[in-house]
């Protein structure tokens, strides 16, 4: 005889949901829904990209239209500066650019009467500086602060040996009489004047890179970099050696400037005032003598 009170027991234990999923972790019902509203939210998400967005075509690639007023400015521009250049060539700046040191004067915060409430007048200090570079014994920085667009080829060609192949690019240069006939003729792109020793000290060792084996650029983390490269042929074994040699225009001043790569500045306008409040360049170029370190300051 069969025992079916066995059978029975045996067939309800195994439909016992209990016992049958008894080794599968649980759950909270919290974190369950919180899964769900989140993969909800996902799906709703791509959709409503998927309908924003176009579906981009393989093989087409984007047309942007030039208007013919933009090809006729440019035009017009390359034309005008390459008059330029052929009157500056052959007759120099003439009356636009002294052959003599000029002074200037500006004011500045003193420090020692700031906290004077009452006298403000008193907290202001003038101070005389030379505002062109014409009869330095120092080095120049020269700072490319334009773009190409409207750009003769003949300016193209001087601004690629001194090494200002991109905007905000800079370089340190012996300001001869070589030198000076350079940069006037591609004055309206770049400008330039007589830094500090303190300045030229924080561009090497803040924005300071070197080349290496022609075309590596290295950032100048430790002096083992400069003492391999202008060491053994002129004894420069630290920054503090590169900075002496380029601010006074030493004997090895060629090999030292060619050993730094050139310094990429940042934009003296940030990007909200170009694009939101148009902010142009407006005449900030050209020689500026001393007044560079402040304009180098700006952009470092």
Known sequence: VKDHSAITMSSNNSNDPAKKYAHLPLVPE???????????????????????????????KAVYVVKPETFISR????LNHAIRYKRVLK???????????ILATKEIEDPNNSNNKDDAAAAVTKVQYQANSVGTKHCVFV???????????????????????????????????KMRRKLHCIEPWVIYGVPSKAVVTDLISRR????VDGNQRVPLSDNVTIENALGEKHGLICVEDLVHEVYNVGPAF??????????????????????????KDGKEYGDQGEAIDQFIKEVL
């Open 143 to 177: 700072i490319r602060v334009r773009d190409s667009v409207g750009l003769p080829r003949r300016i193209l060609r001087i601004l690629d040996s001194l090494r200002l192949k991109k905007n905000h690019d800079a370089v340190f240069v012996n300001y001869d009489d």
């Open 30 to 60: 919290s974190t369950l829904r919180k899964r769900h509203d989140l993969d909800a939210l996902a799906r709703k998400r791509a959709a409503k990209n998927e309908e924003q967005q176009p579906r981009k075509v393989r093989g087409k």
């Open 75 to 78: 035009s017009r521009s390359r």
């Open 208 to 211: 300071g890179f070197g080349t």
């Open 254 to 279: 060629e090999p030292a400037t060619q050993f730094l790569w050139p310094f990429v500045l940042a934009d003296s306008k940030t990007r909200f005032q170009r694009k939101t409040l148009r902010l």
């Open 91 to 101: 007759k120099g700046m003439q009356k636009r650019a002294s052959n003599k040191p």
